[in-house]
């Protein structure tokens, strides 16, 4: 970790010394061009006409600048990275709650289907519940023939099958 921290410090000695210009604007406004150990100032080489403490301050206000410069890009990468894990983040929670949306659809449906087969065995209990109260009537009057009661056996029978098939599906469903 130390090491990432020396490595701009380094790059950015590195730099001054191959000869590139920086610019300092000192506090009382004087703008410099400073290239290695020389000092310029509207283009012109001021570096005798400056005193040892005069390039210590500039160079100075320099290396805070650089400095500044230097934080500044890191807490850029830092902010970087982090919008990077949190737009991360944000994809898979949006994962998720895709997920969770399409298990829920599957959910209703699936109750949707155990409702409606529930419904089909209720209603086909009704049917049978109601033919063989209409099977009753017409016997106590004494209107069936033997064929007509055959017929009303076979009624029963295929009504009786229904309301078990209906059965196993909602058994199925469960």
Do not use: H
Request: net charge positive; aromatic share 6%; glycine share 4%.
């Amino acid at each position: 970790m130390k090491l990432i921290k020396i490595i701009p410090i380094a790059l950015i000695g590195v730099f001054m010394s191959c000869g590139s210009g920086e610019r300092v604007i000192m506090e009382d406004g004087a703008v410099y061009k400073v290239k290695n150990d020389t000092f310029y100032s509207d283009g012109k080489d001021i570096t005798e006409q400056l005193s040892a403490n005069e390039k210590e301050g500039i160079k100075a206000v320099l290396n805070k600048r650089l400095e500044a410069e230097r934080l500044a890009e890191d807490k850029k990468e830092k902010l970087e990275k982090e919008q990077n894990k949190i737009e991360e983040t944000i994809e898979k929670a949006k994962e998720k709650q895709k997920a969770l949306e399409e298990s829920q659809k599957q959910l209703e449906k699936k109750q949707e289907a155990r409702e409606e087969a529930r419904e089909d065995v209720l209603k086909a209990k009704e049917k049978l519940q109601s033919k063989k109260e209409k099977y009753n009537k017409l016997k106590e009057k004494g209107k069936l023939s033997p064929r007509d009661e055959e017929k009303w056996q076979g009624r029963f029978e295929d009504l009786e099958a229904e309301i078990a098939e209906y059965n196993t599906i909602y058994k199925k469903l469960k």
